[in-house]
């Protein structure tokens, strides 16, 4: 029989997962206030309609649940821009400097920090390249890449998340990855 799990090992999960859920969100919707509103629905959902589940099926059951709500919000956004268009008038000429929540979530369990500043400012470069690469990609394939490689999936389990074929998970992730190293690699970065 399996057990179910509680309320702590819920709250542990959601803990454990709401950094690179975020991020997801973020390489999805460009946007990070609405980024944090998809992480939060997605978890809420998972805890309301799954939360007795069995702990081992909480990671699948979130990520399906997330990238539904990734895509929610699309079809939400799409219908709304239907409307808005006629009044572009009203919509905002300009933003101001956003807040990056990510400055201000802890990470415990970080073991990738880098020893030296310059080590760091290294990192932090080809951090920023990858994310800028990753917002170049099509959705479909920057799902299927940040599931594999970045949540650990295997291809059973991204294809389950994805709803779609296994063959289609590797499609996806070999055309991401060769299209994320010809653009790092376009910035005078050589990957070993």
């Not at 920057?142 to 389990?157: I, Q, V």
Request: glycine content about 4%; overall charge negative.
């Amino acid at each position: 029989m399996t057990k179910l799990s509680s309320p702590a090992e819920l709250s542990d999960f959601l803990s454990s997962v709401e950094r690179r859920a975020f991020k997801q969100a973020s390489f999805a919707v460009h946007d990070t206030h609405t980024a944090l509103d998809i992480v939060q629905d997605a978890m809420l959902k998972l805890a309301e309609k799954y939360g007795g589940k069995p702990v081992e099926e909480l990671p699948m059951l979130f990520q399906r649940i997330l990238q539904n709500t990734i895509r929610d919000h699309y079809r939400r956004l799409s219908v709304r821009n239907a409307w808005t268009s006629l009044f572009s008038a009203l919509q905002p000429k300009h933003q101001e400097e956003e807040f990056d929540p990510l400055d201000v979530l802890e990470d415990k369990e970080n073991q990738s920090a880098p020893a030296s500043p310059h080590a760091s400012f290294e990192q932090k470069q080809l951090i920023a390249l990858i994310e800028a690469a990753l917002g170049n990609l099509p959705a479909r394939q920057r799902e299927a890449f940040l599931l594999r490689y970045w949540e650990g999936l295997d291809t059973t389990e991204t294809a389950a998340a994805m709803g779609c074929t296994e063959g289609s998970v590797k499609t996806h992730c070999s055309r991401a990855t060769h299209a994320l190293a010809i653009a790092i690699k376009a910035k005078g970065v050589e990957l070993p």
